[in-house]
């Protein structure tokens, strides 16, 4: 297999930890390089809209999160390329704009070969509502962790 970019969908959860913690050994794997997407959730996203969330600190929550992925990079001896975006789950504007489909965008936007999901768990995250229509359609080998 020939991979140059591993995307991660993240969201800052315990979970979106350990799928990053698998996507950096994959990129390394494979001498590849890393792109953390961000998902909002909608709710958030219109609570930062109506200025009931700061979104300074949901970006400080953002940098953190990297900064510890970056920190896994380097701890595993990797010097590969980490990349960042950040993408909104919901669209009252698009309806037909789900988690998943979301994701299947930017892997394709950003050219990822290969796409580490985290599971669904149960919770109300647009995260891990995403993983089973990601591993569904997705064109791109995924791991679902």
Do not use: C, K, W
């Given at each position: 297999?020939?991979?140059?970019?591993?995307?991660?969908?993240?969201?800052?959860?315990?979970?979106?930890?350990?799928?990053?913690?698998?996507?950096?050994?994959?990129?390394?794997?494979?001498?590849?390089?890393?792109?953390?997407?961000?998902?909002?959730?909608?709710?958030?996203?219109?609570?930062?809209?109506?200025?009931?969330?700061d979104a300074e600190?949901?970006?400080?929550?953002?940098?953190?999160?990297?900064?510890?992925?970056?920190?896994?990079?380097?701890?595993?001896?990797?010097?590969?390329?980490?990349?960042?975006?950040?993408?909104?789950?919901?669209?009252?504007?698009?309806?037909?704009?789900?988690?998943?489909?979301?994701?299947?965008?930017?892997?394709?936007?950003?050219?990822?070969?290969?796409?580490?999901?985290?599971?669904?768990?149960?919770?109300?995250?647009?995260?891990?509502?995403?993983?089973?229509?990601?591993?569904?359609?997705?064109?791109?080998?995924?791991?679902?962790?």
């Amino acid at each position: 297999m020939d991979i140059d970019l591993v995307l991660v969908p993240v969201d800052g959860s315990d979970r979106a930890e350990r799928a990053a913690e698998y996507a950096i050994a994959i990129a390394e794997r494979y001498n590849a390089d890393l792109h953390l997407l961000f998902v909002v959730d909608e709710r958030l996203r219109r609570d930062i809209d109506d200025g009931l969330v700061d979104a300074e600190s949901v970006a400080e929550e953002h940098r953190a999160f990297t900064g510890e992925v970056r920190e896994q990079f380097r701890a595993a001896g990797y010097d590969g390329g980490l990349e960042t975006s950040t993408a909104t789950a919901f669209s009252e504007q698009r309806l037909m704009q789900t988690p998943g489909g979301v994701i299947l965008d930017a892997a394709e936007d950003v050219g990822a070969e290969f796409i580490v999901v985290p599971r669904e768990g149960g919770g109300e995250e647009a995260i891990g509502r995403a993983a089973l229509y990601v591993l569904e359609y997705a064109s791109q080998p995924v791991l679902s962790v």
